[in-house]
């Protein structure tokens, strides 16, 4: 099989494209590209579409033993390609394997188009560097690429993994779509965006970065019930110390759209580096980003976890995520310990807008930490639901849930928007209103001991406190405008006789 290149024109039957790479050795580099300036226009027919490389620096002959030299591996680049209707199957994948720094890219430059029918999309950058010192080992799925899958219930598999070797300080980068664009259409989509870097390093010094999304890059669903699925995650070596390990879901400027239907929203970063003394680690589901449900009823889960000697974890930083319109549910939380030193930050949101749109939704945001014993002590932290952010309900009748080990919240803003609200957003520093409709704040977090409440108004009240839930001294102060209902053991009071209660 030899490289796919040049124009070929495809028929109203089943046809077959197939392309192996054709490797080259360049400048110490050693080249391996599948498919190369590629034009395929077919007109209908359940179609195969192949660009598969395989290549690895070990098997070439006039290497000596023991020699090193870089490899690059592209499975498609500079093609443009119209597979027509019919249920088709496009892949486009490279491995690439080295003792020196090796780039793997599935798909580079290029246009694809699948159109109607239900199709089957793989794509896939996996770049391997073996047991030697310093080297880099990055895999991307697409780079610089529009791939839209048209109509039908298609699957859209993007996968990139970086591994490094285990010897010496080597670094692994995994992205899943970098300036990239992935779209379905109408009927219910499946797309699967997933990042993995590994970096096992014996010593102090390994990096992994896996990044799902970056750089512009823009994920839909399209019309109908969709199922989108992001994940980024790193490991680094679990023997000596050192290293670091970051994993973000969704990139810099960069989207998730569901669009019209009930659509399910998934995205995940984590860092594991728990064997590792000293690895700092760090993992944001969405990094200033946009996700957003659109129309329907939609499910919208975003996490981030830790599992290291230290680190930090954020749910959303300097992003936004909506609901739109339908009864939505959004979950935003982060999970996981540090078991060496006090976790940095372990934000639910931070500096952030949650919006639930019109219907009635239930927004949950949420800090869970686990302290671990270490060196015969418990290792405090900084576990904050909501900070620096609005949470906003809309019209509807929402439920609203902040929770943090520390803190629930921090200098944010909690909107309800018309409609029956039930809000559960605990402790710490905000301005709470409850809107139009019959309003419901808990209360039940409520401490005489280190806090004091008055009233401000005929549905308003002011909260003082002197410690965060710990126990630690922290003054903060809550005010609540526009609730009608304030609950405390299952009981109702209004403004006046909650605090007659309490005060």
Do not use: C
């Amino acid at each position: 099989m030899a490289q796919l290149t040049g124009f070929f024109q495809g028929t109203s039957q089943a046809d077959t494209f197939l392309g192996k790479a054709d490797t080259i050795l360049i400048d110490d580099e050693y080249i391996g590209i599948s498919a190369d300036v590629l034009v395929i226009d077919s007109f209908g027919g359940d179609d195969i579409v192949e660009a598969i490389t395989n290549i690895s620096t070990f098997a070439v002959d006039d290497i000596p033993f023991g020699g090193t030299i870089d490899a690059l591996g592209i499975g498609m680049t500079g093609a443009t390609v119209d597979t027509g209707r019919g249920s088709d199957t496009f892949t486009a994948s490279s491995v690439a394997t080295s003792k020196r720094s090796t780039l793997s890219i599935g798909l580079r430059n290029s246009d694809i188009k699948t159109k109607g029918g239900h199709d089957s999309v793989l794509i896939n950058g996996t770049g391997n560097v073996s047991n030697i010192s310093g080297f880099s080992a990055t895999g991307i799925g697409m780079r610089s690429s529009v791939l839209k899958a048209g109509a039908g219930n298609d699957t859209v598999t993007v996968n990139a993994r970086g591994s490094a070797g285990s010897q010496g300080k080597p670094s692994s980068l995994a992205i899943g779509l970098e300036s990239s664009s992935l779209g379905g259409n109408r009927g219910e989509d499946v797309i699967q965006i997933s990042a993995s870097a590994v970096s096992s390093a014996f010593i102090a010094g390994g990096t992994a970065s896996a990044t799902g999304i970056i750089s512009d890059s823009y994920v839909s669903g399209g019309a109908d019930n969709d199922t989108i699925s992001i994940t980024a995650s790193t490991q680094i070596g679990t023997r000596r110390g050192g290293g670091s390990s970051k994993a973000t879901g969704v990139g810099i400027s960069s989207v998730v759209w569901g669009g019209k239907g009930s659509d399910k929203i998934t995205i995940a970063a984590s860092t594991d580096a728990v064997g590792t003394f000293g690895a700092m680690t760090e993992a944001t589901g969405v990094l200033s980003g946009l996700v957003e449900g659109n129309g329907d009823n939609d499910t919208i889960n975003i996490t981030a976890e830790i599992k290291s000697a230290s680190g930090a974890a954020v749910g959303i930083n300097a992003s936004t995520v909506s609901g739109g319109a339908g009864s939505d549910e959004i979950t935003i939380g982060v999970k996981g310990f540090t078991n060496i030193l006090p976790a940095q930050n372990f934000f639910g949101a931070l500096e952030s807008h949650i919006l639930g749109g019109s219907g009635n939704d239930t927004i949950t945001i949420e800090s869970t930490y686990t302290p671990q014993t270490s060196r015969g002590g418990i290792i405090l932290n900084n576990s904050i639901g909501l900070v620096n952010s609005a949470l906003d309900g809309g019209s509807g009748d929402d439920i609203l849930t902040v929770s943090g080990l520390n803190l629930d919240l921090k200098d944010a803003v909690v909107f309800g928007g018309g409609g029956e609200d039930i809000f559960d957003t605990g402790v710490g520093s905000a301005s709470i209103s409850g809107g139009g409709g019959q309003d419901i704040l808990k209360l039940d977090f409520f401490d005489t001991a280190t806090m004091s409440i008055t009233q401000l108004g005929t549905n308003s009240i002011h909260i003082l406190g002197t410690q965060d839930k710990q126990g630690n001294s922290l003054d903060w102060t809550q005010t609540i405008n526009g609730v009608e209902h304030y609950e405390v053991a299952g009981a109702l009071y209004n403004a006046t006789d909650v605090v007659a209660l309490l005060g």
